[in-house]
């Protein structure tokens, strides 16, 4: 969110989120420091697809891939029940995914 100004943003951080998540877009505007532009792709990958962070690598990869048109200098992935399941082993995979 950019507090107080409409120029050019100082960062752009891309967020993948669980499609049924209604939280963290919120939470980030809030807390997203000025000058923080914050852009969002959701990603089908809790509730009924809930399945092994292998599985969802070409959901996971689509996403990051529009999240790219908007040239974020960071893309993150937000879903801590896929990290606290799937440990370093699943990070890895995901920072090599996206």
């Known amino acids: 969110m950019l507090r107080g100004s409409l120029g050019p943003p100082l960062a752009r951080m891309g967020v993948i989120l669980p499609s049924s998540n209604r939280w963290i877009e919120p939470q980030f505007q809030y807390y997203a420091p000025s000058g923080l532009a914050l852009h969002f792709e959701r990603a089908r990958i809790t509730g009924p697809w ?6 969802h ?16 200098d960071l893309i993150v992935f937000n879903c801590t029940g896929t990290s606290m399941k799937e440990g370093r082993a699943g990070d890895a995979f995901l920072l090599d995914v996206i």
């Open 57 to 72: 690598k070409p959901e996971i990869a689509r996403a990051a891939a529009v999240l790219s048109d908007s040239k974020p």
């Open 50 to 55: 809930d399945k092994p962070v292998r599985e």
